[in-house]
């Protein structure tokens, strides 16, 4: 079975300047979730997709980020403009719905996409 | 959700069983105890998840007292790969719905370092 998904895995860009992150869930999967991973801390959730529907962006910055799953598969996050701050890993995972899987949530984590704002 | 609270960092010989203990003194009736190992440069990969009592996998086991207030997690024999930081969660889904995952609330995880 496939993982999930992400590009790029690395991006270097100048404040102020923009990105857009890209990210393809396990099969099936109804549940998308955006995490940001500043180093040295945990994983913090930015949006949670429920298909095509958003469920949580409470901690989503959304004067700089969005995001979108349209027909509710892949999903992209952006983000403009960057700030300084915004350096981190964006991690993308995904989940299936309750009771479908074999443990209570689990969820699936790509790789990662590193940005670092200049 | 209720709060975790894990040691920072930890230390291992290779081939030593190693125990993280997570604390979570507010944890409610229906929150499930999950944790989570994280690789440099990977996303967390679930390792073990229980609800009472011990759960044992290939991986790991987790030991939760009676009153759930704390866990253990539980490596056997550790390797220099188990290098990684382990993140312990404590939650339920609080929109309380069958048919969609609930965000995961990670603190900053123990980092354990197994050397030769």
């Known amino acids: 079975e496939a993982g999930v998904a992400q590009s790029p895995r690395y991006k270097i860009i100048e404040k102020r300047q923009s990105v857009a992150f890209w990210c393809n869930p396990i099969?099936?999967?109804?549940?998308l979730y955006w995490y940001q991973q500043i180093l040295g801390q945990g994983p913090k959730l930015l949006i949670q997709f429920q298909n095509n529907g958003v469920v949580d962006d409470s901690q989503l910055p959304k004067d700089r980020f969005s995001a979108e799953r349209l027909k509710g598969v892949d999903s992209t996050l952006k983000i403009q403009p960057a700030k300084l701050e915004d350096s981190a890993v964006y991690l993308c995972a995904s989940s299936l719905p309750q009771g479908l899987g074999f443990s209570y949530n689990e969820q699936f984590f790509g790789p990662g996409t590193r940005l670092t704002v200049l | 959700l209720a709060k975790t609270t894990q040691p920072i960092s930890m230390d291992s010989y290779e081939g030593q069983e190693v125990n993280i203990t997570c604390s979570h003194n507010n944890i409610a009736t229906n929150d499930y105890i999950t944790w989570y190992q994280q690789f440099p440069s990977q996303g967390p990969r679930f390792i073990i998840q229980?609800?009472?009592t011990k759960v044992t996998n290939e991986v790991a086991s987790l030991f939760i007292p009676a009153d759930r207030k704390s866990s253990t997690l539980s490596l056997p024999r550790v390797s220099l790969s188990d290098t990684a930081v382990y993140y312990c969660l404590v939650g339920d889904n609080p929109l309380h719905n069958s048919n969609s995952g609930y965000a995961l609330n990670f603190g900053k995880g123990t980092s354990l370092l197994v050397t030769p």
């Open positions: 229980g609800y009472k």
């Open positions: 099969s099936g999967h109804a549940t």
